[in-house]
């Protein structure tokens, strides 16, 4: 059973920074893209960002890039997802994700895809 705990969450105001960790307890946690996404009150979940197992792929959703950066270190079981220039409607409880080895973009942007999620971190962004 592949255990995911996101952690990092909070409040920050808005044009602010915060950075969210997800730690994965997994023998092979390299094999695995990784995927964050979020969900706002009312809303479904959405995708943010993912990651290729090694960390040479990246993708994002169109309204963060240049903003979020998603990293990995496969050493530490650890994917990483930092957050720049943050704004009120980001606010949201934001989930990190596993998905199955043999999974590609843009696969890699539907909930479907990953096996494993974490129970949320809540980021809070004030105006």
């Known amino acids: 059973q592949v255990q995911v705990v996101e952690s990092g969450g909070g409040l920050v105001q808005a044009g602010g920074s915060l950075g969210l960790s997800c730690a994965v307890s997994?023998?092979?946690?390299?094999?695995?893209?990784m995927g964050w996404f979020r969900q706002a009150p009312g809303k479904e979940r959405g995708f943010v960002a993912a990651i290729s197992r090694f960390g040479s792929d990246t993708y994002y959703t169109d309204s963060v890039k240049g903003r979020f950066t998603i990293s990995r270190d496969n050493a530490k079981n650890t994917v990483y997802l930092q957050m720049n220039s943050l704004k009120p409607d980001e606010t949201a409880v934001y989930y990190c994700a596993v998905a199955p080895e043999q999974t590609w973009w843009p696969r890699l942007r539907q909930r479907s895809a990953y096996d494993y999620w974490g129970q949320g971190t809540q980021v809070t962004v004030s105006s």
């Open positions: 997994s023998r092979t946690f390299n094999v695995y893209p």
